[in-house]
Every structure is written in structure tokens, then in C-alpha cells.
């Protein structure tokens, strides 16, 4: 038995799954899912994640908060979250590179929003000495400051496709043509949540929605709003997406969406204005990664990491400064979106 003739006898039994059903169990089926049954990241992984390419990632992104935590009168105790922390490495960056910052540490509850059991042990070894507590989903963080950082979380969130037909849509469906897994579109009907993409699409463009994110942004949104804090949002996308982003990754290779399901990594691009305007606090202005880590200064950390370094580690530093900023790189394609209480800058890196 495979996940994929799990799905086949599903759809034979109860027709077509929408493409959000299909990365759903290709990602979290408890027994075949990609992230509930491995540790996908690094090198020797499928993918590998900015926080896994330098610490100065994770490094950067923990004194942004550590400063936004400091201007807002360094509230305590607070909530120090991470949703999809994947091997812990971002957080653990983020907690030695804070270790100097007075209370910080001391005011700071560490929770984790992990669907891996896999993932959760690595972090419960990464975090050990954080004492971490581990929640299933956003709506359990505490009624407190809330300090949140998601890196690549957003983009593994299950995908809605539609494709416009007229003035209604027709959502992108995945069943069975000849035992095999196929994308097909389902009946023309008409979408209210998509009426604003009536005016930046034409006929047969393809949409996506993530049904999950708008209320994740609201329960993280309205701890900030009622309880100060500040959220770090990093993912690829843009303010608006248009077309097709599924994809699929297995060995560091594209791969096809429908082949092996569970055995890629399945993701979409984020969608940042429908983040953005699910926020009940304020937010900043899109910013590219690079752009966010230069202004932290990440050119002066990897110069003072550098120093005594030569030869392999002292390419490898520079690939991976390159890597993070650079335009061709990661640097334009991921985005930064700042979450912030009114009546607050947005954290240092951002523009209001
Ligand atoms: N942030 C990490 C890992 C990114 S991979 C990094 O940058 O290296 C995506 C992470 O999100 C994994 O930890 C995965 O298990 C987790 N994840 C995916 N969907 C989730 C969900 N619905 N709830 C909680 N965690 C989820």
C-alpha cells in the first residue's frame, strides 16, 4: 500500500480531490506524509532553508525581535514562537544570538507550531536546553506579548487553484485517467472570495488561495494587536500571485506534483496582500529578503565571522552571504512581511 493508491481508491470511490486535499495528504498523512514521516532539510535532504545555509539567518532575525522586544518596553513574560521550525536551527540562532540582550531570555516563553512528529524530535534536541513547548496550532498561544517568526511555513500550507471561466471559476482538481493521477477542473461556479481577482485576471488565468492562512494570521494578528509583539513572515511569493505555483521538489530536483505522492516536498508560492489583509494588527511594507538582511547588517556579521577563517569555510561563509542576499539567489525571490502593534515601528529591517 502507497499513499498513492490510498488517493486512487478515493477518488474511484468519491470522485476528484481538490489540489488543497491532495497537498494536504501528500504533505501530513500520519503514516505516508512528507513531513510526518522524515527529516526533509539540509544538504542531504530534499531542500534546503536559509536558516540551514548560515546561522547569521537566524542570528539577524532573533535581534530584529530582541530590539522590537526592547522598544516596546521588553513586556514579560512574552511568547517566542515559531510555526514549522523544521530542524530548530532558526530558533536556536535566534536564542545564542539574543543571549546578551538583558531579559530577553529570562522574560521568554519558547513555543513551537509543529504538525512532524519526526521534526518535533530533532527540535526537542536542537531546543533542549530552551525548554520548548509544543502546540498543534496557533489558536493555543498564550494571551500574552507575542513575539512569532515563520520561515518557509506559509508555502507548505495546502493550495485552492481555480481557473477563471467568464465571471465564475473552475477549481483545478486532481482524478484518475486510466489509474493515474490526473489535474482536471471542475464545474463553473461562481467564487465571492476571488471577486477582487476579477479585475488583474482574463479568461483561463489561474488563481490560488490558501483557505488556512487567513485564520493563522488572525489568532497570531490579534495577540500582537491586544498584547504588543511583532511576527516575521518569510516565504517566496509575492504581493499577489498569478498563475500556477505548485511544485514539487525531491533531491534538491523539480519533480512532477503528481508522481510518488508524500515522497516531494509540495509547495506554493504565498500570496503576502492575502496575509497582509487577514492581519488585525498593522503590517509593514513587503520587503525582499535581501534587502531585509542587508539593512541588519549580514555583510558586517559574515566580515566578523570571516576573521581567522580561510580556505573551505571561508568560501563556504561568502557562498552562503551570497546565497541569502543576492537577487539571482534568495535574496529577491523570498519576502519579508512585519507584523507590529499600532502606535509601533515595524521591527528593525522594515518599513512601516
Ligand atoms: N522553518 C524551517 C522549516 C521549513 S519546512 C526552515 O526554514 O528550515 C516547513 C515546516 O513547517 C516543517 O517544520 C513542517 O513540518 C511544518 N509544517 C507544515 N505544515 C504545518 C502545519 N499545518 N502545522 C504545523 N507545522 C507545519
Same mark, same amino acid.
Given at each position: 500500500?502507497?499513499?498513492?493508491?490510498?488517493?486512487?481508491?478515493?477518488?474511484?470511490?468519491?470522485?476528484?480531490?481538490?489540489?488543497?486535499?491532495?497537498?494536504?495528504?501528500?504533505?501530513?498523512?500520519?503514516?505516508?506524509?512528507?513531513?510526518?514521516?522524515?527529516?526533509?532539510?539540509?544538504?542531504?535532504?530534499?531542500?534546503?532553508?536559509?536558516?540551514?545555509?548560515?546561522?547569521?539567518? %537566524?542570528?539577524?532575525?532573533?535581534?530584529?525581535?530582541?530590539?522590537?522586544?526592547?522598544?516596546?518596553?521588553?513586556?514579560?513574560?512574552?511568547?517566542?514562537?515559531?510555526?514549522?521550525?523544521?530542524?530548530?536551527?532558526?530558533?536556536?540562532?535566534?536564542?545564542?544570538?539574543?543571549?546578551?540582550?538583558?531579559?530577553?531570555?529570562?522574560?521568554?516563553?519558547?513555543?513551537?507550531?509543529?504538525?512532524?512528529?519526526?521534526?518535533?524530535?530533532?527540535?526537542?534536541?536542537?531546543?533542549?536546553?530552551?525548554?520548548?513547548?509544543?502546540?498543534?496550532?496557533?489558536?493555543?498561544?498564550?494571551?500574552?506579548?507575542?513575539?512569532?517568526?515563520?520561515?518557509?511555513?506559509?508555502?507548505?500550507?495546502?493550495?485552492?487553484?481555480?481557473?477563471?471561466?467568464?465571471?465564475?471559476?473552475?477549481?483545478?482538481?486532481?482524478?484518475?485517467?486510466?489509474?493515474?493521477?490526473?489535474?482536471?477542473?471542475?464545474?463553473?461556479?461562481?467564487?465571492?472570495?476571488?471577486?477582487?481577482?476579477?479585475?488583474?485576471?482574463?479568461?483561463?488565468?489561474?488563481?490560488?488561495?490558501?483557505?488556512?492562512?487567513?485564520?493563522?494570521?488572525?489568532?497570531?494578528?490579534?495577540?500582537?494587536?491586544?498584547? %504588543?509583539?511583532?511576527?516575521?513572515?518569510?516565504?517566496?511569493?509575492?504581493?499577489?500571485?498569478?498563475?500556477?505555483?505548485?511544485?514539487?521538489?525531491?533531491?534538491?530536483?523539480?519533480?512532477?506534483?503528481?508522481?510518488?505522492?508524500?515522497?516531494?516536498?509540495?509547495?506554493?508560492?504565498?500570496?503576502?496582500?492575502?496575509?497582509?489583509?487577514?492581519?488585525?494588527?498593522?503590517?509593514?511594507?513587503?520587503?525582499?529578503?535581501?534587502?531585509?538582511?542587508?539593512?541588519?547588517?549580514?555583510?558586517?556579521?559574515?566580515?566578523?565571522?570571516?576573521?581567522?577563517?580561510?580556505?573551505?569555510?571561508?568560501?563556504?561563509?561568502?557562498?552562503?552571504?551570497?546565497?541569502?542576499?543576492?537577487?539571482?539567489?534568495?535574496?529577491?525571490?523570498?519576502?519579508?512581511? %512585519?507584523?507590529?502593534?499600532? %502606535?509601533?515601528?515595524?521591527?528593525?529591517?522594515?518599513?512601516?
Amino acid at each position: 500500500m502507497s499513499l498513492r493508491d490510498l488517493l486512487a481508491a478515493r477518488i474511484a470511490a468519491q470522485g476528484p480531490i481538490t489540489v488543497a486535499e491532495y497537498m494536504a495528504e501528500c504533505l501530513m498523512h500520519p503514516r505516508f506524509g512528507y513531513y510526518a514521516t522524515r527529516d526533509p532539510l539540509g544538504a542531504q535532504g530534499d531542500f534546503i532553508t536559509a536558516p540551514e545555509i548560515s546561522q547569521m539567518f %537566524g542570528e539577524l532575525i532573533g535581534l530584529s525581535l530582541a530590539q522590537a522586544w526592547m522598544d516596546q518596553g521588553q513586556p514579560s513574560p512574552f511568547t517566542l514562537a515559531e510555526a514549522g521550525p523544521g530542524r530548530g536551527t532558526l530558533m536556536a540562532d535566534a536564542l545564542r544570538a539574543t543571549r546578551a540582550v538583558p531579559g530577553f531570555h529570562a522574560a521568554a516563553q519558547v513555543v513551537l507550531i509543529e504538525a512532524s512528529p519526526t521534526l518535533r524530535d530533532v527540535q526537542s534536541q536542537t531546543l533542549a536546553s530552551h525548554a520548548p513547548k509544543w502546540i498543534d496550532h496557533v489558536d493555543a498561544l498564550p494571551q500574552q506579548p507575542l513575539f512569532f517568526i515563520a520561515n518557509e511555513f506559509f508555502d507548505a500550507l495546502p493550495i485552492r487553484q481555480f481557473q477563471r471561466d467568464g465571471e465564475h471559476w473552475r477549481e483545478r482538481q486532481i482524478g484518475l485517467d486510466d489509474g493515474r493521477l490526473r489535474f482536471g477542473l471542475g464545474p463553473a461556479q461562481p467564487q465571492p472570495a476571488l471577486d477582487h481577482r476579477h479585475e488583474d485576471t482574463a479568461d483561463g488565468d489561474l488563481v490560488e488561495d490558501c483557505p488556512s492562512a487567513a485564520p493563522i494570521i488572525d489568532a497570531i494578528g490579534r495577540r500582537i494587536a491586544d498584547h %504588543g509583539g511583532a511576527g516575521l513572515i518569510i516565504d517566496y511569493g509575492d504581493w499577489r500571485s498569478l498563475g500556477d505555483t505548485l511544485q514539487a521538489v525531491k533531491g534538491h530536483e523539480p519533480s512532477d506534483p503528481l508522481v510518488d505522492p508524500g515522497e516531494a516536498d509540495l509547495t506554493a508560492h504565498v500570496d503576502f496582500e492575502a496575509l497582509a489583509q487577514a492581519a488585525p494588527c498593522r503590517y509593514s511594507r513587503l520587503t525582499p529578503q535581501g534587502v531585509f538582511l542587508e539593512r541588519l547588517g549580514i555583510t558586517q556579521r559574515a566580515q566578523a565571522l570571516a576573521k581567522g577563517l580561510t580556505g573551505d569555510p571561508l568560501d563556504q561563509l561568502i557562498a552562503a552571504h551570497r546565497r541569502l542576499t543576492h537577487p539571482d539567489e534568495m535574496g529577491q525571490l523570498f519576502k519579508v512581511l %512585519g507584523l507590529y502593534p499600532e %502606535g509601533h515601528q515595524p521591527p528593525p529591517g522594515l518599513d512601516p
